[in-house]
């Protein structure tokens, strides 16, 4: 069901701006690849491939070496982030209550899988191990806002409200 998106990079001036001053920064200083790669996702959201590359040039690291580093680490995308994210709970207690019925739902209605944004760049859907709320399970959270004691019906209002915000 994947969508296999691309994205265009787009960069505002201001970002350029500020990507330009940490990379100086940032020049010849020893272990500068962690916080480069953090910032320039800071600063954009997610680790675009021309990012990436500047990165390299900039700092004189195989670019190799600065994506072995992204992938290692969870903290880093490749993908931009919709204006909604939703974490659809899939712990133990959340499971048992429905939750992978909630995500193949949500997945089905979005034409995405877990870990993928939507091309128009709205919703980002995700799957977690357990998000410590087992008490509301199922549960599940867009952006920073909980949903629990959810059943398939109620989390997919859930989503329509989201789908009808402009």
Sequence with gaps: MSTDAVFD???TE???QEFQSCIEELKGQR???????QEAQRIYGYLPIEIMKRLSKELELPLEELYSTATFYAQFTFVPKGEYTISVCMGTACYVKGAGDILDS???ELKINSGETTVDRKFTLESYRCIGACGLAPVLTVNEEVYGRLSKK???KVLVTYQNKK
Excluded: H, R, V, Y
Excluded at 31 to 37: D, E, I, N, Y
């Design 9 to 11: 990079f787009i960069e």
């Design 14 to 16: 201001s970002q350029q």
């Design 31 to 37: 272990g500068a690849q962690m916080p480069a790669l």
């Design 106 to 108: 949500f997945t089905t």
């Design 154 to 156: 109620k989390a997919d």
